[in-house]
């Protein structure tokens, strides 16, 4: 059964959305997501300060089995990426919701927060 | 459901994940095949390779039934238990599949076929067969486990019976020996010494068990996947088809042109080709940039033209990205790889790129 921690937003391509105290998000994989992967062997992340709007493509994790987009959960301005990954993408797997965290976005329409799925409702969707 | 091997309980209780292959449930990995891939290159790995299609030939024409069907000639074979690969080609020179025959005498030959391709190969051998004095019969009667690595040998080894442990002494490469039922082939499909061994159904497991117990870790399709393109085999389906001729899948050593008397299918085809002169080559790519090689992406040998990859992985062992391409005959050692609408610079290289745990590019 996958780790699907109570405290995180997500959506439903598999991405996992942490708020922090200082108004921005930190962005990664789900457990569940690395599972379905497989090994990470190469993860490509956004140049910082690109602004993106919701639903972009703005990342590639690609596994030894094939690469899968990831795409950007709210609108707003990429602050910061995890550049750990270049040299150990593995992380991903070994760690989704802490070291391999991908990158961290400052908002620019927080009611889009709302939108987002609690880990409920993403664990009833992963069920299903 | 899928068929199942006599070994995939064996599979279920190791936690293996289960995927379907031309037809078959069969492990993808036991957890991480990255680490699986390791074992095999740096000490002993097994994986079931029961899926593939044993077919035995047999009959007073058995041999220049297979004179004319395979691209090799079994002519070379005259040592009980040796081995050859051979393409089996359709008669546009397209391969319609790679195989392994192994001779037993003039009259009694074993064919390992690929699992995805059983129907239109068995198909195809009973159709050739019409006007020679031979029989096609698949043999179910064996589990098929390849145990791969610098120690594989040594491992398996240990878990013998005596018998058996002095029939494969000194079993030279691409020998076949066949002792108290077991059929122990020293082949593979790695780039590392090993076995490939026949054992029959109801000891399958057992076998398996006793392996686990000897070291050898079980490996699933994904490590046997990154491991044969790392080593610059070819993957039927992926590298080449029944639209790709030999000379064009880097087969062109597979294929036996003396005695020019010998007719085999496919023969003229392949000789009109080479009158005409072969456009494409089969080729390694080692990638100079970021990201991950895969199947069917665009390759671009500025100012000759474009071809395509045919396999592409991040290879565990140069942690570097590599693949095979098929691309114009003229096209040197520098390319351009289309990923994902960027260019991404990729050397040519001949298509082998670890064998026996060493780095070759």
Known sequence: MSNVPNELKYISSHEWIRQEDDGTVTIGITDHAQELLGDVVYVELPDVDTDVATEDEIAVVESVKAASDIYAPLSGTIIAINEALEDAPETVNSSPYDDGWMFKMKPSEPSELDNLLDAEAYTNEIDE | ?361
């Open chain 2, 1 to 361: 459901m899928g068929k199942q091997t006599s070994l995939f309980e064996c599979h279920q209780q190791a936690g293996a994940k289960i995927v379907d292959f031309g037809g078959w449930d069969m492990p993808l990995n036991y957890g991480s095949q990255i680490e699986e891939h390791h074992s095999v290159r740096q000490d002993a790995g097994m994986f079931d390779v029961s899926h593939m299609t044993i077919v035995e030939v047999t009959g007073d024409d058995a041999k220049s039934y297979l004179r004319f069907l395979l691209a090799n000639d079994v002519d070379k074979l005259k040592v009980s238990g040796k081995a050859l690969y051979s393409g089996m080609l359709n008669e546009n020179g397209g391969v319609i599949d790679d195989l392994i025959v192994y001779y037993i005498d003039e009259t009694n030959y074993r064919v390992v076929v690929n699992a995805s391709t059983r129907e239109k190969d068995l198909a195809w051998m009973a159709q050739q067969a019409e006007n020679f004095s031979v029989s096609i019969a698949e043999n179910n009667g064996y589990a098929m486990i390849a145990v791969q690595g610098p120690n594989a040998i040594e491992k398996t080894n240990s878990v013998l019976s005596d018998t058996q442990k002095a029939a494969v002494e000194g079993l030279g490469v691409f020998v076949a020996a066949d002792t108290e039922g077991y059929f122990i082939a020293r082949t593979g499909y790695t780039g590392e010494d090993g076995y490939e061994i026949m054992v029959p159904v109801a000891e399958a497991a057992s076998f398996w068990n006793k392996l686990v117990e000897a070291g050898v870790a079980p490996c699933g399709l994904g490590a046997r996947d990154t491991l044969r393109l790392e080593a610059g085999m070819n993957l039927y389906g992926n590298d080449m088809d029944e639209n790709v001729s030999p000379l064009e899948a880097n087969m062109g050593w597979t294929i036996s042109w003396q005695p020019e008397e010998r007719d085999f299918i496919g023969k003229q085809a392949l000789l009109d080709q080479k009158q005409a002169g072969v456009k494409n080559k089969l080729v390694g790519l080692v990638l100079e940039g970021k990201g991950v090689i895969r199947a069917h992406m665009k390759v671009i040998a500025e100012g000759v033209g474009e071809g395509e990859t045919t396999s592409g992985t991040m290879s565990p062992t140069l942690k570097k990205s590599i693949g095979m391409a098929r691309i114009p005959k003229e096209a040197g050692e520098q390319v351009m790889l289309e990923i994902r609408g960027k260019l991404v610079p990729a050397k040519v290289v001949k298509p082998c790129f670890v064998r026996k745990g060493e780095a070759l590019v």
